[in-house]
């Protein structure tokens, strides 16, 4: 029998596949961009210092990267293939536990390898400029693909006994967060109130984090063993990950029979979930009475709880920063990185609810049954404005309440009259920024999970259209600039044009994204809804007008490869 057939066959797969090379692609471009944005907006700082800044800021995008790959590439490919049943199918070979378990590991990683190795590159090129050793850059490779590696492979035991997608990303994002983020936290905290004042080690050396930094030439000249220690560990736990994969894969597919304590575990969670039963049937008459769809999308009753749990969590994170550094924690850059955090956290959150539960119904084939109801397109959508209105209008508001006692605060450490309206309208933009972000992520997040393969492919697309092709955008716009002003004989523009061509870049490409998808909504709805086993062709055969759709014989599962059951790589068709 060949060793690791599934690696063998994936590999061959990923091989004639378009978005194989389109990632490499995108990703060193990307990389190139922002260092070459950074270099021409640093052009007046030293050489050195523009190189250890374009270091730093270079390969910690790329480690965190790296970092949250997991959550996107691995954390639901074995789920998926329980819920659809496939799974158990591949157990009825020859194949053992670590050959299903490699093969899907290779399937849904490949592209997020093959985006650091190609940007590992483009990082060295700091090295040219000075200040940035070459075994400084050796030790930050080694730190993104070990971090790529860890996080893959955490991915994968939390998939193999998950059975939700939901619940399986959110694990594996809980879990990435406690050992790269909340473990040094707790020893920081412990180190607060010890006698010692220093954070144990125990606490730091499983976080990817700390790899990094000691990484840097000078924090490993002074602990040298320690970087050597923490990167052996975080490789141990990925190891560990994948091992347990390997033995629970085999066993988490069956449906066993729940016992007694499983059972009331259920029950109390539905019980905190949807109540009793008094309290669903009425729930539900209220909800219904505003509209059915409503009701469908908030069942849940304790969502908006959720979100109100995760600002509470960075409430006491910012209490704790003011009770430790005391005056020094009321600076201006802790007031933006602050809104900064909420900001991108709620609109996340919300990209993800407003493309889930039509993403969903979709791929279940539910949505059909839905559209055969006297439910129009309208409703619909009023029904999932609704449901999204009862989960974030609370949080929202405080949010921007927030922001508003920043504002003043900002303002009022201003000595100059030009900073402090500078300060104002940066703060104002924001805020406006914010809430036409949301309009604009509820339109295209709707279109979006009626056009994408799962929910979690939706959300992505919602985000890289809505928060960051706009910031492409204006990198290119403001390296552009900044090319014509090396003329010396070129005027200056004031900040007045730039703030400008910010709000112009980020409220056009909202409303443009928003009004496309609005349309497309109320003429292609249903349409939309019952291909769902459509294969797109590629861009560029769109672009040519030379391929159309092509409708296949079934589901994804059917078309893979005989006898390896459904792989998420082939029926990627790419960009």
């Given at each position: 029998m060949t060793f690791l057939p599934i690696v063998s066959r994936e590999l061959r797969v990923a091989a004639r596949r378009r978005g194989t090379y389109w990632m490499r692609?995108?990703?060193?471009?990307?990389?190139?961009?922002?260092?070459a944005w950074l270099f021409l907006m640093m052009q007046d700082q030293p050489q050195a210092m523009i190189a250890m800044t374009l270091f730093c800021i270079l390969t910690g995008s790329a480690i965190l990267y790296a970092l949250f790959s997991g959550v996107r590439a691995t954390a639901d490919c074995l789920s998926e293939e329980k819920r659809e049943?496939?799974?158990?199918?591949?157990f009825l070979t020859d194949l053992r536990g670590y050959d299903v378990v490699f093969g899907k590991l290779v399937a849904n990683s490949l592209n997020a390898f093959y985006a650091v190795v190609a940007a590992m590159p483009m990082l060295a090129i700091p090295l040219l400029l000075g200040g940035v050793t070459p075994a400084e850059f050796g030790r930050m490779a080694l730190v993104a693909l070990n971090t790529l590696f860890f996080s893959l492979t955490l991915?994968?035991?939390?998939?193999?006994?998950?059975?939700?997608?939901?619940k399986a990303r959110g694990t594996t994002m809980l879990l990435l967060l406690i050992c790269s983020a909340l473990l040094p936290l707790g020893g920081a905290l412990l180190a607060t109130f010890g006698p010692t004042r220093e954070v144990s080690p125990v606490f730091l050396l499983p976080s990817p984090g700390c790899a990094y930094y000691l990484a840097l030439d000078s924090t490993y000249k002074l602990l040298p063993e320690r970087f050597w220690y923490s990167l052996v560990i975080v490789h141990f736990l990925g190891w560990l990950s994948l091992a347990w994969a390997s033995l629970v894969a085999p066993r988490s597919w069956q449906d066993k029979p729940p016992g007694a304590k499983t059972l009331r575990w259920r029950e109390r969670l539905r019980f905190w979930g949807y109540g009793n039963t008094a309290e669903r049937a009425a729930f539900r008459r209220r909800l219904l009475a505003r509209n059915a769809f409503l009701w469908l999308a908030a069942r849940m009753r304790l969502k908006p709880a959720t979100v109100w749990t995760a600002l509470f969590i960075i409430a006491c994170l910012w209490v704790w920063g003011l009770a430790k550094f005391r005056r020094d924690w009321l600076q201006v850059p802790i007031y933006v990185m602050t809104a900064l955090v909420l900001n991108f956290l709620l609109r996340c959150w919300f990209s993800g609810e407003a493309t889930r539960q039509l993403a969903d119904d979709r791929k279940a084939g539910t949505l059909e049954l839905l559209l055969s109801t006297p439910l129009s397109v309208r409703e619909i959508l009023r029904g999932q404005w609704l449901a999204l209105q009862r989960q974030f209008i609370g949080p929202v508001l405080l949010v921007l309440a927030i922001e508003c006692v920043f504002l003043f605060v900002s303002a009022g450490e201003m000595l100059d009259a030009d900073d402090r309206v500078l300060t104002v309208v940066l703060w104002l933009g924001g805020m406006l920024m914010f809430v036409a972000d949301l309009g604009a992520l509820y339109w295209v997040g709707m279109w979006q999970s009626l056009s994408s393969r799962n929910p979690s492919h939706a959300s992505n697309r919602s985000l890289l259209r809505i928060l960051v092709l706009p910031w492409i955008c204006l990198a290119l716009l403001l390296a552009m600039f900044a090319i014509g002003s090396l003329?010396?004989?070129?005027?200056?523009p004031g900040w007045t044009f730039y703030v400008g061509l910010w709000l112009f870049v980020g409220l056009a490409t909202?409303?443009?994204?928003?009004?496309?998808a609005r349309y497309k909504l109320l003429t292609s709805f249903r349409l939309a809804a019952q291909e769902r086993f459509v294969l797109r062709p590629g861009f560029w055969s769109r672009f040519r007008g030379a391929a159309t759709p092509t409708v296949s014989a079934g589901p994804p599962a059917l078309r893979s490869a005989p006898g390896l059951g459904r792989s998420n790589s082939g029926s990627d068709q790419g960009p």
């Open positions: 692609t995108i990703a060193a471009m990307a990389v190139i961009l922002a260092g049943g496939t799974l158990g199918l591949l991915g994968m035991a939390v998939s193999a006994m998950s059975r939700s997608a939901q003329n010396a004989l070129q005027s200056q909202d409303i443009g994204f928003a009004v496309h």
